[in-house]
Nanobody, 126 residues
Framework: VQLQASGGGLVQAGGSLRLSCAASGSIATINNMTWSRQAPGKRLELVAGINSGGSTNYADSVKGRFTISRDGAKDTVYLRMNGLKPEDTAAYYC?????????????????????WGQGTQVTVSS
């Protein structure tokens, strides 16, 4: 299983971007999908999450500006970011939690494991 994130870029303050993260490979079940970010010199911050039922949660810093959604048929999670601020500048990482997926050694089924994408850079200029 691999996660491929895309959609980052350079945008002016107040602008918008939509990040996408697609899971490839054989996955029987995906529980939670999340977006996190890490700015230079700062620790990783959970930005938003969505579970298999569609319930969402957000960091206080992005509530009202960011929207997370997922397409279960495509095993894809999105992050719509509006009203971007310079402090949103960071590398954004997606992650998916699954208890049942295919690995190079065969199918895994057990305690949920988290798979991380490679990250996409978002830079907001003032």
């Amino acid at each position: 299983v691999q996660l491929q994130a895309s959609g980052g870029g350079l945008v002016q303050a107040g602008g918008s971007l939509r990040l996408s993260c697609a899971a490839s490979g054989s996955i029987a079940t995906i529980n939670n999908m999340t977006w996190s970010r890490q700015a230079p010199g700062k620790r990783l911050e959970l930005v938003a999450g969505i579970n298999s039922g569609g319930s969402t949660n957000y960091a206080d810093s992005v509530k009202g500006r960011f929207t997370i959604s997922r397409d279960g048929a495509k095993d894809t999670v999105y992050l719509r970011m509006n009203g971007l601020k310079p402090e949103d500048t960071a590398a954004y990482y997606c992650a998916a939690e699954s208890p049942h997926f295919c690995t190079s050694s065969g199918w895994y089924k057990g305690q949920p494991k988290v798979v991380w994408g490679q990250g996409t850079q978002v830079t907001v200029s003032s």
